[in-house]
């Protein structure tokens, strides 16, 4: 069974930081490109940032630039997203996804195999 398990969630002060970890199982992420994807009260679902299968990465998201590092392990089957400097406005679910093949799609509706979701607030 394909599964993916996201955690490293919870409430950070603005300015903080948080590592979100994306372990699968049932599967070898090898032969997927995996994505960083956000849903806030109230919005749309919108990417986050993306690895391809080489390891190099893709951000969907503007304001990700310069604060938030996706990385993949794996040798430990897992993909992960450094967030820095984090924002009020990056407070939502975060979720990761696979896609099987060489390159990060254009949108979250390409991507197969969820994650339930770990939650981030950005609170003082």
């Known amino acids: 069974q394909l599964q993916l398990v996201e955690s490293g969630g919870g409430l950070v002060q603005p300015g903080g930081s948080l590592r979100l970890s994306c372990a699968a199982s049932?599967?070898?992420?090898?032969?997927?490109?995996v994505g960083w994807f956000r849903q806030a009260p109230g919005k749309e679902r919108e990417g986050v940032s993306c690895?391809?299968?080489?390891?190099?990465?893709?951000n969907y998201l503007d304001s990700a630039k310069g604060r938030f590092t996706i990385s993949r392990d794996n040798a430990k089957n897992t993909v992960y997203l450094q967030m820095n400097s984090l924002k009020p406005e990056d407070t939502a679910v975060y979720y990761c996804?696979?896609?099987?093949?060489?390159?990060?799609?254009?949108?979250?509706?390409?991507?197969?195999?969820w994650g339930q979701g770990t939650q981030v607030t950005v609170s003082s």
């Open positions: 996804a696979a896609f099987r093949g060489l390159l990060c799609p254009p949108g979250g509706a390409d991507f197969g195999s």
């Open positions: 049932g599967f070898s992420l090898d032969y997927y490109a």
């Open positions: 690895t391809m299968r080489s390891g190099f990465s893709t």
